[in-house]
């Protein structure tokens, strides 16, 4: 059994997605998302949002349009970890942290922030003219966003590959400042999609809003025939001979059709269907293809407060993680309570170490099993099921050894894992305070007495 793999990336939240955006970006995600292995944080970075624009009812839009296409692009929120960055406000507490660690002669070098510096001085300007505090931390927030979560993989695209480096060079020098031989944060490493779709629009250069040329994703089918009826051609009449190699109509027809329908459409093509045709096709294939997801979409939409509550329960998810990870954290840096708390820890270490004890039982199948039961009676962890009683004392013995615990908790549930094996589970917890009480209690109660 392998550990799975933590895949993070944020949306920012300015515009309307298009057709470009949603195959070379949403589908993909969705589609990772759906593998067993993955562990998928995809989040709407509405913080980051507020850098580039200063509308708010764009900023409100935005939002709203993003979270309903991924869900209309079949998004499993079940599955993965959905939420808003504005959400979980451990993010810019993270991010001050990470602030005081970060160089500041790092961020100097970031793309985003020189390329306006350059532009100033180019024209003239005060090279700081017009740059925001906001646009030179960008970066320590996006890492903030991603060490949070301890992401393995992140999904974007090449321009953001430096972001992603000047996160795991920050999370290192944190690391090596606070940890004491802990590694708190993972390096990340930025997943670059070579195979993915980048699609042309509507005048053959890449599909972007700042060339607008784009098809739109979700608007009535109408739109999408105007925009379709727009795609740039060249002058060959019906009847000859078309090329559909150098054909960005026929590249947006490959990204949504099967290999079958693509070798049709080619062979027809190549006999000389006629551009007008050509479009029709274009047309039938992205509204067979998206029709359905586009009724889902205006459906979502038009039900703003049952989208409030699935971000709302996204955010919920994501702060289990991320509350009592920021606690270590403000811990390290030493923001501690003055209610001396090594003291604390170490008398309620003594009477709980006394008192919690380990409960193996054998369950009819023959499977051995045990539970940790806390000082009051109360069951801490059930374990998995064993093969045969040995295994499982190996267990108990390993978990008391003092080593440190990986503890995974998701929605007001934790289990504990060995070796990237998941061997025993909590009880549900109504709440997420309850639940990190819990595995307060269970630290405690695994914790070797020192005496
Ligand atoms: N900066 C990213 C972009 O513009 C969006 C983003 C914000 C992000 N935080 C992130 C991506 C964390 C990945 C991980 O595309």
């Given at each position: 059994m392998t550990t799975r793999t933590r895949i993070l990336t944020g949306i920012t939240t300015t515009g309307t997605p298009h057709l470009g955006n949603y195959a070379g970006a949403i589908r993909p995600a969705i589609l990772a998302s759906r593998d067993s292995n993955a562990d998928s944080f995809y989040f709407l970075a509405d913080y980051h949002a507020l850098i580039k624009c200063d509308d708010p009812l764009r900023i409100q839009r935005s939002r709203l349009e993003i979270a309903a296409t991924w869900l209309a692009g079949g998004l499993d929120v079940d599955r993965v970890t959905f939420y808003?960055?504005?959400?979980?406000?451990e993010i810019p507490e993270l991010t001050w942290l990470l602030t005081c660690v970060a160089a500041k002669g790092l961020l100097n070098r970031a793309h985003a922030y020189k390329a306006s510096v350059d532009k100033n001085v180019e024209g003239g300007?005060?090279?700081?003219?017009?740059?925001?505090m906001g646009l030179y931390s960008y970066p320590v927030l996006m890492a903030a966003d991603i060490l949070m979560f301890n992401a393995h993989q992140v999904p974007v695209g090449r321009d953001q590959i430096q972001h992603v480096e000047m996160a795991r060079d920050i999370g290192q020098r944190f690391n090596h400042l606070f940890g004491q031989g802990r590694e708190f944060f993972v390096m990340p490493e930025a997943l670059i999609e070579e195979s993915v779709a980048t699609l042309p629009g509507l005048d053959g250069r890449k599909m972007s809003k700042s060339y607008d040329n784009t098809i739109p994703l979700f608007s009535s089918a109408k739109e999408l025939k105007d925009a379709i009826s727009r795609i740039v051609t060249d002058s060959r009449a019906p009847g000859e001979a078309k090329d559909p190699d150098n054909s960005h109509l026929f590249t947006l027809f490959q990204a949504f059709s099967t290999q079958a329908q693509a070798a049709e459409f080619r062979g027809e093509l190549l006999a000389g269907l006629g551009w007008g045709e050509a479009k029709n096709r274009l047309f039938s294939l992205l509204d067979n293809e998206l029709g359905e997801a586009r009724e889902r979409y205006h459906e979502l939409i038009g039900r703003p407060s049952d989208l409030e509550d699935i971000l709302q329960a996204g955010a919920k998810k994501a702060r289990s993680v991320a509350t009592p990870f920021l606690g270590e954290l403000r811990e390290a840096v030493?923001?501690?309570?003055?209610?001396n708390p090594t003291q604390v820890a170490a008398t309620a270490k003594k009477k709980a170490a006394k008192a919690a004890r380990f409960v193996s039982f054998r369950e009819d199948d023959g499977s051995f099993r045990f539970r940790l039961l806390a000082?009051?009676?109360?069951?801490l962890l059930l374990s998995r099921h064993f093969a045969d009683g040995k295994t499982a004392g190996a267990v108990t013995k390993q978990l008391q050894s003092g080593q440190a615990l990986d503890i995974r908790s998701e929605a007001g549930r934790f289990s504990v894992w060995l070796e990237g094996e998941c061997v025993a589970d909590s009880a549900d917890f109504a709440d997420d305070a309850s639940c990190d009480a819990a595995i307060e209690a269970l630290r405690v109660a695994l914790t070797p007495a020192q005496d």
């Open positions: 808003r960055q504005s959400d979980i406000p300007e005060d090279p700081d003219a017009g740059i925001t030493g923001l501690r309570s003055f209610v000082a009051d009676g109360e069951q």
